[in-house]
C-alpha cells in the first residue's frame, strides 16, 4: 500500500512539475553529475518560433549596422515582442577606438572584434543576421533593399529585399574628403578593421623598401615620410602610435631606414584637438615638439597624388608639394550615399545630416529610428513653443501669471528643452525661477506673455550638436533598446514630458547625452584626459586610467583577455613588424 500510494504521488509530482520531474531523473541516472537540460517548455516554443498565436503579434525591427549604434541596441534589447532582421556588411562589432593600436601592431585586429552572433545568441528575442549592405530604403512601402558583400553567392542570389515594421538606422558614416583630388585614390583611412590592416601593412612595406639595396636617397626620404591629415583624436593618436612604433621598434629592426624617418600632421585650424581643454592642447603641441613630430597648422590639402601631396599655407596663400610614402586622412565624416538618397526621398534633401527629434524618431518618417553618425538630433527650440508653454502654465487663462504659477511645468520645461539647463549653468542661475525674476524686475508682480519670451528669448543660443563619437551612439543604442523593452507599458502610461502643443504626456523621456569624459593617448606611455567638472589629467597615470577603462568597455570577456594579453606581450616583447 504505502509503495502504491508513493508512485501515486510521484505521478501527480510528475504531471504538475513535468520539468522538475525529467531533471530529477536524468540528475539521478547521471549519478548526480554536471550535465545540460533542456525541456521544450511554452515559453521557448514562443521565442524558436512554434507558437503561431505569438508570432502573429510580434513585430519585425529590421537593424541596418552593426556599430556602436547597432550593437548596443542589440545588446540591450530583452523584449521578447519583437522579431529582429540584421543586416551589415559586417558579422562582427570593432571596437574602433583601438584602431590605432592595430595600426603599429601593439593589438591584433581579432582582438577588437566580435561575432555579432555571438552577441545576441542568448537574447530572448528572434534574431536573424544577413552579412549584406543595405543600397536604397523605400520608406513608403517599408521595405530595405540589399545586395551581398561575398565575391560570389550560392545559386547566383546577390540582391533581396527584407519588410519591417520598425527600422533602425545605425549604418554610420563614411569619410569626409570634402572633395579634395586624389585622396580616395591615394590616401589612407581609419573607420574600420580593414583600413587599419591594410595601413600597417604599407608602413611595413616603406620599411621594406627604403631598406632594399639600390634605392635611392631621394627615394628613401619619400617613402619614410608619413603624412597624417587632421589634427582630431583620431589623427593625434595614429601620429603617437606610429612615433613609438617608428623609435620604440622599428628602429631596432630596421637601422638604415630610421635616419630617413619623418611624421608630419598637418591641420588646416588653429591648433589640434580644437574639442579638448587648452591645457591638453598646449602639452600635446610641445610634447610632439619633443618627440620631433612636425605639426603645421594652417595648412589645407588641395591635393594628393601617387607620391606627393599639396597643401595651402593660409598665412601666405602659398601652395606647397612634399613626397610622401603614407597618408592617413583623418578629418571627420559624411553621410553615406544611401542615407543621402533615403533623405532626398523623405524631404530632407537640404540637410547636411539625417534629422531626428529628441526620441530618435526621423523627422518626416514613420516607425524609422536612426542613431550614431548617420543622424543628428534636431532639438526644438523653446521659442517655437514659448505661447504653448505660457497658455499650458496659464491655467486660469488671465494672461499673466505668478512665479507659483510655473511650479507644475517647469520641470517638464528643462527636460523637453535640455538647453535651458544649459543656459543657466552658464549664467550661474540657481533655478528657472532666478531667469523669470531677473527678466520680471521689481516693478512687475506679474508675468505676461512678453516677459515670459524676454527671459527666454536668449535660451536656444547653448543649443549644440552632439558630437559624432562612439560615447554617443552607444547611449543612444541602450536608450531606444529600453524604450522598446518599455513600450507596451508607456504606450498605456506614458513617463515622459508633457506635451505643449496637446494634451497628455510624451511616451518617453526623451534622449539626454552623458558626457563622461574624453582620451587623447599621446604616445610615450602618456595620455591627456578631460572629464565631467573640468577635471584634466595628464600623464603616465592617465594612460594607466586608458587601459583601465578601454577594457573595461569591451563587449564580452574573450576580448578583453585578447586585448589585455596583446598589451602585455607589448610589453614583453614588442610589438609585432610581421607583414601578415
Not at 597643401?311 to 606647397?320: A, F, L, P, W
Not at 547636411?352 to 523627422?363: G, H, K, Q, Y
Not at 528643462?414 to 531677473?438: A, G, I, M, T, W
Request: glycine letters at 6%; a positive charge.
Amino acid at each position: 500500500m504505502r509503495g502504491s500510494a508513493f508512485f501515486q504521488r510521484a505521478f501527480r509530482v510528475s504531471q504538475e512539475h513535468p520539468t522538475f520531474f525529467k531533471l530529477l531523473i536524468v540528475t539521478t541516472v547521471s549519478g548526480g553529475g554536471l550535465l545540460t537540460f533542456s525541456d521544450a517548455s511554452p515559453f521557448q516554443r514562443s521565442i524558436t518560433g512554434a507558437s503561431s498565436q505569438n508570432e502573429g503579434k510580434k513585430k519585425k525591427v529590421v537593424v541596418l549596422g552593426t556599430g556602436w549604434a547597432g550593437t548596443s541596441f542589440l545588446k540591450n534589447l530583452k523584449s521578447s515582442s519583437y522579431d529582429v532582421q540584421v543586416v551589415s556588411p559586417n558579422n562582427f562589432f570593432a571596437f574602433t577606438p583601438l584602431l590605432p593600436s592595430v595600426t603599429n601592431g601593439t593589438v591584433e585586429a581579432r582582438s577588437i572584434v566580435e561575432p555579432i552572433r555571438n552577441i545576441v545568441k542568448k537574447k530572448p528575442y528572434n534574431v536573424e543576421f544577413e552579412e549584406a549592405e543595405c543600397y536604397k530604403i523605400d520608406p513608403v512601402n517599408k521595405k530595405v533593399y540589399c545586395r551581398s558583400n561575398q565575391s560570389s553567392t550560392l545559386d547566383g542570389i546577390e540582391e533581396f529585399t527584407v519588410d519591417y515594421d520598425v527600422l533602425i538606422l545605425a549604418m554610420g558614416a563614411r569619410v569626409n574628403t570634402f572633395n579634395t583630388p586624389g585622396v580616395e585614390e591615394h590616401a589612407h583611412f581609419l573607420k574600420e578593421v580593414g583600413d587599419a590592416q591594410k595601413l600597417r601593412k604599407s608602413i611595413i612595406d616603406c620599411y621594406e623598401r627604403a631598406s632594399l639595396p639600390g634605392v635611392s636617397e631621394e627615394e628613401k626620404k619619400r617613402m619614410m615620410h608619413f603624412v597624417v591629415v587632421g589634427g582630431g583624436p583620431t589623427g593625434v593618436e595614429y601620429a603617437a602610435e606610429l612615433h613609438d612604433l617608428a623609435f620604440d621598434d622599428m628602429a631596432k629592426l630596421y637601422p638604415s631606414a630610421k635616419d630617413y624617418l619623418k611624421i608630419t600632421l598637418l591641420e588646416a585650424g588653429d591648433h589640434i584637438l580644437n574639442m579638448f581643454d587648452k591645457r591638453i592642447i598646449t602639452f600635446a603641441t610641445d610634447k610632439f615638439q619633443r618627440d620631433g613630430i612636425d605639426v603645421k597648422t594652417g595648412s589645407m590639402v588641395v591635393r594628393v597624388s601617387d607620391k606627393d601631396i599639396s597643401t595651402k599655407e593660409r598665412t601666405t596663400g602659398e601652395i606647397v608639394s612634399v613626397p610622401y610614402g603614407v597618408v592617413l586622412w583623418s578629418t571627420g565624416i559624411a553621410t553615406r550615399p544611401v542615407v543621402r538618397d533615403f533623405m532626398n526621398h523623405i524631404g530632407q534633401a537640404k540637410r547636411r545630416v539625417l534629422a531626428t527629434d529628441e526620441w530618435l524618431r526621423v523627422e518626416g518618417c514613420e516607425d524609422v529610428y536612426a542613431l550614431g553618425d548617420c543622424a543628428t538630433i534636431n532639438q526644438r527650440k523653446v521659442m517655437e513653443d514659448i505661447a504653448a508653454i505660457f497658455e499650458k502654465a496659464d491655467k486660469t487663462s488671465n494672461g499673466t501669471l505668478d512665479l507659483k504659477d510655473f511650479k507644475e511645468v517647469v520641470g517638464h520645461i528643462c527636460e523637453r528643452y535640455p538647453q535651458v539647463e544649459l543656459y543657466l549653468r552658464k549664467n550661474k542661475l540657481k533655478s528657472f525661477y532666478d531667469l523669470l525674476k531677473n527678466a520680471k524686475g521689481d516693478d512687475k508682480k506679474q508675468i505676461d506673455i512678453e516677459t515670459f519670451k524676454k527671459a527666454l528669448s536668449e535660451v536656444d543660443s547653448q543649443m549644440k550638436s552632439l558630437p559624432p563619437t562612439a560615447q554617443v551612439a552607444a547611449q543612444q543604442g541602450e536608450y531606444l533598446a529600453k524604450c522598446f523593452n518599455r513600450m507596451e507599458l508607456c504606450e498605456k502610461n506614458p513617463e515622459g514630458p508633457l506635451r505643449f502643443r496637446a494634451s497628455g504626456r510624451h511616451r518617453f523621456h526623451p534622449f539626454r547625452y552623458r558626457h563622461f569624459g574624453q582620451f587623447a593617448p599621446l604616445g610615450g606611455e602618456q595620455t591627456a584626459a578631460q572629464l565631467p567638472g573640468d577635471w584634466v589629467s595628464i600623464g603616465h597615470s592617465t594612460q594607466w586610467l586608458w587601459y583601465s577603462v578601454y577594457a573595461s568597455k569591451l563587449v564580452s570577456w574573450r576580448t578583453r583577455m585578447l586585448v589585455i594579453s596583446d598589451w602585455s606581450r607589448r610589453f614583453i616583447f614588442g610589438r609585432d613588424s610581421s607583414k601578415i
